[in-house]
């Protein structure tokens, strides 16, 4: 084994970089607080108003406007919910399917299906890690055909409803292509950002392209309201309907309970929007940490064989989670028992979905970059340094 690939060298370079002794934990993330988020929580408890209603609520959702550039943002109580109803807004029906990619954490496809409609899993590009827009087109291509009923898929006759990416990562994929595609087929673009907080595609914020789009505030993600999400939209319409289904659908009235849809209880409460606020106003200074991070880490692997995922150029990713490539499975597994058994959580990506049970019989396209990536690909310690 040469230097480089020298596990303990690795361990040893990557505690370094994030400023950890030799026998402290190091997390894959962990949260920040050192902002005013002590203070926006007491003040809800202090108010009482820690629950479905209150200020920070509609401070977090403009907030998030303001951040993702659209003119609506919806809190939502975590980022599956917040994807099941955009896809529903989006007008995905019992049977449709959703063409979405076969790497990706598993709350892409559940919402899906929470959502009525069937994933059909097509492959990633082997350097942003989403949506590979070339798999998107052969299938449409090979697959699908226009009828007066809509985009039909030609085997099963059931409708192609929408095209669900996600920024791997916050790595923004190929959105241009991709929405390209989208506009000649005719299908609705969802953006799963649920990573991808303060990434940018050629200037743009993710989150800002799809008709709908969404993000988490899941603990581990770059912002953090405990558990949280959003739906963001630019057209006013959806972001109204958002909000009402989002809240029980209750028509304003002083005292009486009126409902006028089957609707969710996915609202964000006020406690973990006060919590968002002040992580929200922090989020410049961890993109600019993440963004040094990384650099250092391409600094530790640049004379190794393992290969860090960069940003495709013309795009900035938010760093959320850093991502290598090594050289073979047999070099992962070895580098994930070495580092785990360390105290330096490393982890796989995940599973591709058609190897999960539920999944296993979907439709898929071909899966080259998804399997070999599955194989290869290791996240390392990535939170903001405190
Ligand atoms: C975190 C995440 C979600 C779901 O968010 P939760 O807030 O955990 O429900 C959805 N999609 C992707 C890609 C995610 O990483």
């Known amino acids: 084994m040469s230097e480089t690939y020298n596990f303990e060298a690795i361990l040893e370079g990557i505690r370094r970089i ?12 962990t949260p920040v607080f050192q902002g005013s988020e002590r203070e926006y929580v007491l003040a809800t408890i202090e108010s009482t108003f820690v ?21 609506r943002a919806v809190a939502c109580v975590n980022g599956t ?13 019992r049977g449709d399917l959703v063409l979405t990619q076969a790497i990706s954490f598993v709350a892409t496809a559940n919402a899906v299906r929470h959502a009525g409609a069937e994933p059909v899993f097509l492959d990633i590009d082997a350097d942003t890690l989403g949506l590979s827009p070339d798999a998107l087109l052969d299938f449409l291509q090979t697959q699908a055909e226009k009828t007066t009923q809509g985009l039909r898929h030609r085997q099963s006759g059931r409708r192609l409803a929408a095209c669900l990416p996600m920024h791997t990562f ?48 899941n603990g581990n ?12 939209t630019n057209d006013e319409e959806f972001g109204k309907r958002a909000k009402h289904l989002t809240t029980t659908a209750k028509q304003p009235h002083p005292w009486k ?19 968002g606020c002040a992580q929200l106003e922090r989020l410049p200074e961890f993109l600019n940490d993440k963004r040094k991070l990384h650099s250092d880490y391409q600094k530790l692997f640049s004379d190794s064989p393992w290969q860090v995922v960069d940003e495709l150029s013309g795009c900035q990713s938010n760093y959320w989670l850093n991502a290598v490539l090594l050289s073979n499975k047999e070099e992962r ?4 028992a070495y580092s785990n058994a360390r ?26 970059n998804a399997l070999a990536v599955a194989d290869k690909l290791v996240n390392i310690p990535s939170g903001v340094r405190a």
């Open 333 to 336: 597994d070895a580098f994930l």
């Open 51 to 71: 629950s479905s209603v209150g200020a920070f609520v509609n401070q977090f959702e403009e907030m998030m406007g303001q951040i993702t550039g659209t003119k």
């Open 221 to 232: 993600k770059i912002c953090t309201t405990g558990g949280g999400g959003a739906i963001v």
């Open 343 to 368: 105290q330096v959580q490393i982890r796989p990506v995940w599973e591709p979905m058609p190897t999960l049970p539920m999944y296993e019989n979907s439709l898929c396209g071909p899966l080259d």
């Open 257 to 275: 309970f009126f409902h006028d849809h089957t609707a969710w209880n996915f609202r964000m409460p006020n406690i973990n929007a006060a919590l």
């Open 18 to 29: 994030n400023r950890i002794g030799p026998d402290e934990f190091l997390a894959l993330h």
């Open 170 to 217: 916050g790595l923004p994929c190929r959105l241009e292509e991709i929405i390209g595609i989208c506009h000649d087929w005719d299908l609705p673009l969802v953006e799963d950002a649920a990573e991808a907080l303060g990434s940018c595609y050629q200037g743009k914020p993710c989150g800002s392209f799809g008709l709908l789009s969404c993000f988490s505030f």
């Open 81 to 93: 919910a917040a994807l099941e109803v955009a896809l529903s807004l989006a007008g995905i029906n």
